[in-house]
């Protein structure tokens, strides 16, 4: 699987827009890339992907650049329920084989009153 | 909605127990997973299951084992606890195919072992 980049931590002011930046400069063409978030003493919660189209849903958006080596998570409008760690993930999409994918450690992202 | 259920939050044992570690899902998902999280080492896979009866090693297997007798629930085994496997334990569960990796995750169990 790629390996991903994230910042280790952000801040971002409630009501504003969450950018959070992934780089996934070795990814390849059928690798999918997922975001999950982790609100702390919860499980992960998956979030959206997308393979190269920009994706969106009630969640967040998604933009993955043209050359697919960075992608960006977007939170329209931040609340303080948004703190928490958010993981970027590069993965084949299907078949049952093989080991299943890394979290990482993730951004931790603390939305500020 | 999807719901994962781990049966216990919060667990402490004693080294050298035998400890059994259970996940429930709803949705008749094929695959289900057990992950364990350490701080500043994200999740890592212990084991992962397609399908009735049948399980695969993650990354770290190894003091671990797994049972999946049911399609909706898959059990994790530590055969003898010891203090190294103090940690928070997560379940998930995704359907198969090109939606493997969507998971849904349980709340998870925090493990301590005296």
């Known amino acids: 699987d790629a390996k991903t980049t994230q910042p280790t931590s952000m801040d971002c002011a409630e009501g504003r827009a969450a950018n959070l930046p992934c780089n996934h400069s070795?990814?390849?063409?059928?690798?999918?890339v997922y975001w999950y978030r982790q609100i702390h003493s919860q499980g992960p919660q998956y979030i959206i992907h997308g393979l190269k189209n920009n994706e969106t849903n009630e969640m967040a958006s998604l933009i993955i650049t043209e050359d697919r080596k960075s992608s960006t998570l977007i939170l329209p409008h931040a609340t303080l329920r948004d703190t928490a760690v958010y993981y970027c993930?590069?993965?084949?999409?299907?078949?049952?084989?093989?080991?299943?994918?890394?979290f990482g450690t993730g951004t931790s992202l603390t939305v500020i009153p | 909605d999807v719901k994962v259920t781990q049966s216990s939050r919060y667990l402490v044992k004693r080294t050298g127990e035998k400890v059994f570690l259970e996940c429930v899902q709803d949705m008749d998902h094929e695959n289900m997973f057990w992950y364990r999280q350490d701080p500043g080492l994200g999740l890592r896979l212990i084991y992962f299951s397609y399908d009735v009866k049948m399980k695969e090693k993650g990354d770290i297997p190894e003091g671990y084992s797994v049972s999946r007798e049911k399609k909706e629930r898959f059990s994790l085994i530590l055969e003898s606890a010891s203090t190294n496997q103090t940690s928070m334990y997560l379940c998930a569960s995704s359907l198969g195919g090109p939606h493997k990796n969507i998971q849904y995750f349980g709340a998870g169990t925090r493990l301590s072992v005296l």
């Open positions: 993930i590069v993965r084949v999409g299907g078949s049952n084989t093989g080991n299943q994918f890394y």
């Open positions: 070795t990814i390849s063409g059928n690798e999918y």
